[in-house]
């Protein structure tokens, strides 16, 4: 307890427990070690549709590198909500600005590396400028989606669940209007250079991975020491457990709010990046969802709606959940569907744990 | 007896918030060495005025002087820059972090060479002058690595009281330092302002209880309806009086006499 040598030091008395039921009892208990508990969820499926599927087939290797890639890409869209919630905010854009800069760098290349009639026919003269291009746009894209929301978060003070709701519904409709446009004509992706691909996609494997993999834990690497070691990260912690508190403690809580934004726009039009060169086109429709994903494997990992509390190592994790399940759905010949409805009711559960940590730390 | 002259001094602060008029003519002065308390009843504006003081709100209309220099504070920044300190009344502490880290919020020590320009933190000398500050200021605590939510609410107002004497070199503002604590924890933050004023410090302190105001203060400034009604020596007035003036009641009685 308190040192012997101070003369009456104001006695040491920890918040005393709520009381509770035994069920919050045991999951507190349960989630001690948040982490760990998590990885044991995620093992213990991987098993169970490993035991259940036919042959194993789980467990195969062709199944296994989709789940990896996959995960890979939802981990990028994770990484960045992850700061996002830290802060007590939340991103729904996540999906769709991933969808517009993936189809904006495709539109770019197609501009830039022939005529339309060789680009449409496939010959792309100038692919090594017009990739280089491609992916600037596409980022750009991105980190002017994180921007917008940033700004109208910051300045005009509107809360971040509306304004990214918003900008999720400008890109949606934005991604289609460039795809309507293109040179491909109607609805439709223009073509993207082989070497793209090549490079960024499918025909690059490292020890039997796609690059994203390699990049993603690049990110998860470099992110983690950001949160835990930087002043950045110290200040993201601070400004979602009391907002005002650090803007009168002298932090400079709107720019560090919209920079967070801006990060995860960016990692957005990353991932936007990576989903192009492995499909070599962009599904309009299909990262409707990817919003859901991200934030399942952030609140899944144990980061705090409520702001203040979350670490990227619980993300990785988290990041494999939503992605296991769709695969496993599919082998057993369940609609992928369901999937949807799994990690929506995961959510609620996270979340709902989470609410229980809240009251053992408030 | 000659007066020290006033470290910070405010003539006519006014400020409004939307139709609200919180201060409608404030004067104050606080002086090196010296407790200046602020009394006055609820809504009488004084955390509005200490705002003003500490750059986290804006004047509409009078002057704030520091060192009888006219000056405007856009920041909290601002006013920390002429060594004034702040511990607000809801304390302005992140629970999550610890304790050290609540210490250096705003103002973090970073690594020496290249890791610091790349915005590491050196959390070990953090924690280290941490240690020393709580053991300077005499707070007991196991560990300066305990997140804040896990601490009693005397504990959690000794370190925002800390962390205003560790960096207010010039001016130490303290809003209902006292309002939340037992009575070992009262008469621990009253000692801690005692050895801050003591050390040549002006220490501004707001307190509704009017004994504790009388034990510390040297001077009382009295707020109703967002103006000074009165600057007083603690030793030329009363509780009474005081209280008097507070509620209103002795302006009456001035205005029935004359
Ligand atoms: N941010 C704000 N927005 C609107 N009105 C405010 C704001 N801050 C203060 N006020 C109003 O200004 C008046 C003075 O408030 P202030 O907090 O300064 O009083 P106080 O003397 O500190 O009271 P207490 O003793 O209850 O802390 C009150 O009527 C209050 O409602
Ligand atoms: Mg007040």
């Given amino acids: 307890m308190s040192a012997p040598t101070q003369p009456e030091p104001v006695e040491l008395r920890p918040a005393a427990p709520p009381s509770s039921s035994p069920l919050q009892r045991w999951l507190r208990a349960g989630l001690g070690a948040n982490n760990l508990y998590i990885l044991l969820v995620l093992i213990a499926l991987m098993a169970f549709f490993s035991l259940i599927s036919p042959n194993h087939a789980f467990f195969g290797t062709s199944n296994f590198l989709n789940i990896v890639w996959d995960s890979a890409e939802t981990l990028l869209l994770a990484i960045g909500e992850t700061f996002v919630i830290i802060t007590a905010g939340i991103d729904l854009s996540v999906g769709t600005v991933l969808m517009v800069s993936g189809v904006s760098a495709a539109w770019v290349m197609a501009q830039t590396a022939g005529t339309p009639a060789q680009v449409t026919s496939g010959h792309f003269p100038h692919a090594g400028q017009a990739i280089i291009l491609g992916i600037i746009a596409g980022l750009g894209v991105g980190l002017l989606a994180g921007a917008i929301n940033g700004i109208l978060i910051t300045r005009l003070r509107l809360p971040a669940f509306i304004v990214t709701l918003g900008v999720f519904s400008v890109a949606n409709g934005l991604g289609d209007l460039i795809s309507s446009s293109g040179a491909a004509g109607q609805n439709a992706i223009p073509p993207v250079p082989d070497r793209f691909a090549n490079s960024f996609g499918s ?42 508190g650090s803007r009168l403690s002298g932090v400079p809580v709107n720019m560090h709010v919209f920079l967070v934004y801006v990060l995860c726009g960016f990692m957005s039009g990353l991932a936007g990046i990576f989903d192009l060169a492995r499909y070599q086109t962009v ?17 899944i990992g144990g980061t705090s709606l409520f702001g203040g509390t979350g670490s990227i190592v619980g993300t990785v994790i988290g990041a494999f959940i939503p992605t296991v399940l769709r695969y496993g759905f599919t082998i057993q010949g369940v609609s992928s569907f369901w999937q949807d409805v799994v990690v929506g009711l995961i959510i609620i559960v996270a979340v709902f744990i989470d609410q229980v940590r809240r009251q053992r730390t408030t | ?50 705002k003003i003081f500490s750059g986290a709100l804006q004047p509409d209309g009078g002057t704030l002087l520091i060192d009888g220099k006219p000056t405007l504070f856009n920041s909290p920044q601002d006013a920390r820059r002429h060594g004034i300190e702040t511990v607000y009344q809801d304390l302005a502490l992140a629970s999550a972090l610890d304790v050290s880290a609540n210490l250096f919020l705003g103002r973090e020590v970073r690594s020496s060479g290249l890791a610091g320009k790349l915005g590491f933190l050196n959390d070990r000398a953090m924690r280290k002058q941490a240690q020393q500050e709580m053991a300077d200021l005499q707070i007991g605590l196991s560990s300066v690595r305990q997140p804040v939510f896990t601490l009693s609410g005397g504990q959690r107002q000794a370190i925002a009281v800390a962390r205003a004497t560790a960096w207010g070199k010039r001016v130490v503002i303290m809003d209902e330092p006292t309002a939340a604590l037992g009575v070992r924890e009262t008469q621990m933050v009253l000692r801690l302002i005692k050895r801050v004023r003591d050390a040549g410090t002006a220490v501004v302190i707001i307190s509704h209880s009017m004994p504790e105001v009388f034990e510390v203060a040297d001077r009382i400034t009295i707020l109703r309806l967002g103006r000074t009604v009165r600057q007083m020596r603690r030793d030329e007035t009363t509780m009474t009086e005081v209280v008097a003036f507070m509620t209103g009641a002795a302006v009456e009685k001035l205005a029935e006499i004359e």
């Fill in chain 1, 203 to 244: 025909g690059n494997l490292i020890l039997g991975l796609p690059t994203l993999v390699f990049v993603s834990a690049l990110a998860a690497i470099i992110a983690h020491i950001v949160l835990t070691r930087t002043i950045f990260g110290r200040r993201t912690f601070a400004v979602g457990s009391n907002l005002e």
């Fill in chain 1, 283 to 299: 599904d309009i429709a299909g990262h409707s969802l990817d919003n859901l994903n991200a934030i399942a494997a952030v609140v």
């Fill in chain 2, 1 to 50: 007896m000659a007066e020290v002259s006033p470290i910070l001094e405010a003539r006519g602060i006014t400020r409004s918030f939307g139709r609200v008029t919180a201060l409608r003519g404030a004067d104050f002065a606080a002086r090196p060495g010296e407790v200046s308390a602020i009394v006055g009843d609820n809504g009488a504006g004084k955390s509005t005025l200490i």
